[in-house]
């Protein structure tokens, strides 16, 4: 089937990371000269179970992307034009079990008109040594006071704020939530709580089908 197929889809594991098996089936597509893209999968368990920062989710995410774009290197025998990046889009991320997902074209969209700056130029700037000062508005390439990296303060801090104040449990604080981000629920909805909620939410915030 390998060799009547365009392209092939990499579901990694934001906790597991590249695993045997993975390797083994991606190897076996290299050689058929198949690109790939990729999906990094289960982002809600850094967050819901392992509790971590946003740096930390990046440097986790980055570490897995590091390793794969490793492999790859390694084993494109046929000598493919391969460049796996977030800013190009061809790395998605999100949640399946829950049905959410989003690339970073996703948030530059959200941001674009609020930040004044065009789609194109937030691709970049969301990804890698690019943090943003949160007081003066200004990007810079170091870290440094009152500097969050990009891909942490504009991306991964909403999808945390969503996930820990539905998991909170407090309806005052949802309902504030939901209206300050704009996302429409009905009635009916609004009834649903726990992780039946979060999956809305996050359905209706980050649709897969936009990823």
Not at 17 to 38: F, H, R
Not at 63 to 70: G, I
């Amino acid at each position: 089937a390998l060799r009547v197929t365009d392209g092939c889809l990499v579901i990694l594991c934001c906790v597991k990371g590249v695993c045997v098996q993975t390797e083994t089936v991606l190897k076996q597509a290299l050689n058929e000269s198949i690109k790939p893209i990729v999906m990094m999968n289960k982002l809600d368990r850094l967050i819901m179970e392992l509790d971590l920062s946003s740096e930390e989710v990046y440097q986790q995410l980055y570490s897995h992307l590091l390793r794969l774009s490793s492999f790859i290197d390694m084993h494109n025998t046929t000598e493919l034009n391969i460049d796996l990046h977030p800013s190009k889009c061809n790395i998605a991320f999100g949640c399946g079990l829950m049905g959410w997902g989003f690339s970073l074209k996703t948030f530059a969209e959200k941001w674009t008109l609020k930040l004044n700056k065009p789609v194109d130029e937030l691709l970049e700037l969301f990804w890698g040594e690019n943090y943003f000062n949160i007081k003066s508005g200004t990007w810079h390439k170091e870290p440094g006071p009152n500097r969050a990296r990009g891909f942490c303060y504009f991306v991964i801090k909403p999808i945390i704020r969503i996930i820990k104040t539905i998991t909170k449990g407090e309806k005052k604080d949802i309902d504030f939530l939901i209206n300050n981000m704009d996302i429409k629920l009905t009635n009916d909805e609004k009834n649903n709580t726990g992780k039946d909620l979060l999956k809305l939410v996050m359905q209706k915030f980050l649709p897969n089908a936009n990823s």
